[in-house]
């Protein structure tokens, strides 16, 4: 039998790569003030949060590959292709949900 604490980290690596690939490919419109907005993170929370988790394996990674490997490409050209200008709608939402 299968032991399931043993299977969690790659159950939970499996959910990212999902995640991951929903934003990627089901997803790229989804602008992340609106993540953060609804969810309170976006891709660049999990770019960080990827460095992070480097970071404690040892290995060191900076902002943009970190960036890249959450982005499936450079982040500038993940932004000029999808990234649009917030509206001032979003803008007062996202301090909203911030408590502002």
């Known amino acids: 039998m299968t032991d399931p604490d043993a299977e969690t980290p790659h159950i939970e690596a499996a959910v990212f790569r999902r995640l991951r ?42 902002r943009d590959e970190a960036r890249e490997a959450v982005y499936g490409e450079p982040f ?10 917030a509206t001032p709608e979003q803008l007062a939402a996202f301090e909203r949900s911030r408590g502002g």
Not at 24 to 52: H, K, S, T
Not at 76 to 85: G, L, V
């Open 21 to 62: 690939r929903h934003l990627l490919e089901a997803r790229p419109d989804v602008q992340n003030i609106d993540l953060m907005i609804l969810a309170g993170f976006c891709r660049n929370c999990l770019a960080d949060w990827y460095r992070e988790a480097a970071a404690e394996r040892g290995i060191a990674m900076g």
């Open 76 to 85: 500038a050209d993940w932004k000029a292709r999808h990234q649009r200008e």
